[in-house]
């Protein structure tokens, strides 16, 4: 047997591209109300079943990897939802959650070439449009993102909002 055959042998597809259904945390537990979308994924971790996670990839891909984990989905991929979390800036009131569709993701260009200032609603809907995936975001108000200043905990809007976000994702993967 060549390399090459050993190498087409084995299988280096990333985990969370072998289930039908992504739940994508985008944020920082270092930055305040920016890691609204961790306190969402580690809930999710324990509410749902060791069944419902054979189909649920639930992903922590930070402030810098949600562009890196999209750019791995190919025509191979399983994936046929993505879930993003992410605290938005729509001029709502902090706390308040926001279901965003595809559609209604912003043109947002690019500015600079710099992966934490990357927009990610354009790839997002590429990747969408290309390989037929539904997209959702669930977007949180923000009351206070710390960056570049450290500040651990969410404010107590966001910190409440959790649970309506977790709420909100569950009745969407079971069907509710």
């Given at each position: 047997?060549?390399?090459?055959?050993?190498?087409?042998?084995?299988?280096?597809?990333?985990?969370?591209?072998?289930?039908?259904?992504?739940?994508?945390?985008?944020?920082?537990?270092?930055?305040?109300?920016?890691?609204?979308?961790?306190?969402?994924?580690?809930?999710?971790?324990?509410?749902?079943?060791?069944?419902?996670?054979?189909?649920?990839?639930?992903?922590?891909?930070?402030?810098?990897?949600?562009?890196?984990?999209?750019?791995?989905?190919?025509?191979?991929?399983?994936?046929?939802?993505?879930?993003?979390?992410?605290?938005?800036?729509?001029?709502?009131?902090?706390?308040?959650?926001?279901?965003?569709?595809?559609?209604?993701?912003?043109?947002?260009?690019?500015?600079?070439?710099?992966?934490?200032?990357?927009?990610?609603?354009?790839?997002?809907?590429?990747v969408a449009e290309?390989?037929?995936?539904?997209?959702?975001?669930?977007?949180c108000q923000a009351k206070?993102?710390?960056?570049?200043?450290?500040?651990?905990?969410?404010?107590?809007?966001?910190?409440?909002?959790?649970?309506?976000?977790?709420?909100?994702?569950?009745?969407?993967?079971?069907?509710?």
């Amino acid at each position: 047997m060549t390399i090459e055959e050993k190498y087409e042998e084995l299988d280096l597809t990333p985990s969370y591209l072998k289930k039908e259904i992504m739940i994508l945390a985008c944020g920082n537990i270092l930055f305040a109300d920016d890691g609204f979308s961790v306190h969402v994924i580690e809930k999710l971790n324990e509410i749902l079943t060791e069944q419902e996670k054979e189909n649920i990839a639930l992903v922590d891909a930070g402030a810098g990897a949600p562009q890196q984990v999209l750019t791995l989905i190919d025509e191979n991929s399983k994936t046929k939802k993505i879930i993003l979390v992410d605290v938005i800036d729509w001029g709502l009131k902090p706390g308040e959650i926001k279901i965003i569709e595809k559609e209604e993701l912003p043109n947002v260009k690019y500015c600079k070439f710099d992966i934490h200032n990357l927009p990610l609603s354009p790839l997002l809907k590429e990747v969408a449009e290309k390989y037929n995936i539904e997209v959702k975001v669930i977007g949180c108000q923000a009351k206070y993102v710390s960056e570049p200043d450290v500040h651990i905990g969410l404010s107590e809007e966001v910190e409440k909002a959790v649970d309506k976000a977790v709420n909100i994702i569950l009745r969407e993967l079971r069907g509710d």
